[in-house]
């Protein structure tokens, strides 16, 4: 096995990558992992990489890299069924044990269908038999609702990487008997085998129950795997450096695990509970002798500074002379001593999420914090040295009113204040950026029970929005349309009877509207349709170990514009 850097000259030209592992094939369990995009996005990807990392680690399985064919690939004919091959040795996909996607984003899923027709699978797993490779279907989506892609997959992994390579290895590496297989990994814990289980649905469409087929092993609902905080022990991190990604060569490295705030809408809020810091000796380890590969450095976690350690952390990373960029950064995160570590690393830009214009949408949302924090916060920000400042809001909230927009509107005109004043004193003035998205109810939250807002009415509040921040300078507005929440609200939302509706788009070229008409699938049956009074949800097929009760009680909360303090799952 080797870990040298790599210079194969392939399809897609010279690949610049150091960090690449490489192994014989013989005797091994065979996986190729897929990311449904492109090598471009896929390497950027830390879950792609972090399984990548994992699925080598065993000295009984190689695994190795296939993307999505883009550019030069589809000119010279490796779009045909039956070509797509691996980036390590250009290994038939077909030929492998295991074809393994880790998926992140709904918006990839027509992706995965093209993958298995261009490996030469058969889409649906129904008609997949001992010649094929066994396709297992992981990555954060699988956290939130599996159901949706459940007819593609042999198998889907829920939950952490981590706490699931090594019972996957272990099932599989006992033999190549594709029955045997699937029954050992129906019996571990996170694996769940879509043939095994059957829905049964009432008049009304709505599903009544999960049901194991008899003598299939199988148990409902499936414990999703976690990591224990005990064995937080090695963070993900980018395992193959290149300069050809969305980020470039950056180290990616996850320094915390969860949130405690729990947002009402948060799906990774609520799914990666409890909250779990990675040792910070091992993540200056892995920083440190990633160095000669990059100096740059992105910390990923939705809590940063719940890490007990991160002002060492980052103090540590710039003597290394690291420039730090950190995900977006919760309000009490950002204290003076981080400000000006992140600033001395060469941070010039700040992301904060205010979601609500108003206080009170703000307390809906259980949002811990004013506009008058915001504010002070911004002066802060901005006397640090921070030039812009990007901003992230939500439309289509429970109780929004008009009043509400106008409120985004006169929050972002203090800040452009605050931003205008400090840009004097230094003789320039840097920039706003706001994105405004529509509210997609996501599986696991306390909205997963709500009707999304209704295309028009999204449409209304955008117009109204646009309207309202028309003409002010130094500021951008980014708003996304209510038709494209729709899709992936339906993708989140649905049950695997939306999966035809997905291998249409991937026909068509995306053309979702055709997709439902030629399927016959009513999107505002999943999409529209107060859920509140169903049987069992689609994401019920899972057990991601939070309360329904929880969640019913956050929901009225909700509505009654009441927070909740953190921790309060009931982990």
Known sequence: ??????????????????????????????????????????????????????????????????????????????????????????????????????????????????????????????GRDARHPLVIIGGAVTFLNPEPLAPFADVVAVGEGEA??????????RGRDRARALRALAAEPGFYVPAFVDARYGPDGTIEAFEPRPGSGATVPIRKAVLSASACADPPATAVFTPDTEFGSRLLVEAVRGCANLCRFCWAGYNYLPVRPFPADRILEIARAARPHTSRIGLVSIALCDHPEIERLLGELIRMGYSISPSSLRLDDLTEPVLRL???????????????????LRRVINKHFTNEDILSRADLIFASGFENLKLYFMIGLPTETGEDLEAIRDLVLALRERLIAHGRARGR???????????VPKPGTAYQWMPMAAPASIERAVRRLRALTAGIGGVTFSMKSGRHAVIQALLSLGDRRVAPVVVAAERNGGQWRSALAETGVDASFYVHRDRSRDAVLPWEILDSGARTAFYRAEFARSLRAEPTGPGAAGR
Request: hydrophobic share 45%; net charge positive; with cysteine.
């Open 429 to 439: 003035a840097g920039r706003i950026t706001a994105s405004v998205n529509p509210l």
């Open 164 to 173: 699931l390579v090594p019972a996957l290895v272990r099932a599989l590496a």
């Open 342 to 360: 992140l600033r001395e690393a060469g941070e010039r830009s700040i992301t904060i999420a205010p979601e609500a214009g108003s206080d009170r």
């Open 1 to 126: 096995m080797s870990h040298a850097p790599h210079r194969d000259r392939t399809s897609r030209g010279r690949l610049r990558e150091a960090g690449v592992v490489r192994k014989t094939h013989a005797g091994r369990l065979r996986i190729a992992l897929a990311f449904p995009n492109s090598y471009f996005v896929g390497m950027s990807n830390l879950g792609f990489q972090t399984a990548y990392r994992l699925l080598n680690q065993p000295d009984d399985a190689v695994c190795e890299r296939v993307f999505l064919p883009q550019g030069p690939d589809l000119a010279s004919g490796l779009a045909r069924p039956g070509t797509l091959a691996t980036v390590e040795s250009g290994t038939k996909v077909r030929e492998f044990d295991v074809l393994a996607f880790s998926v992140s984003f709904e918006w990839d899923y027509p992706n995965l269908v093209r993958l298995l027709r261009l490996a030469g699978l058969p889409v649906y797993a129904a």
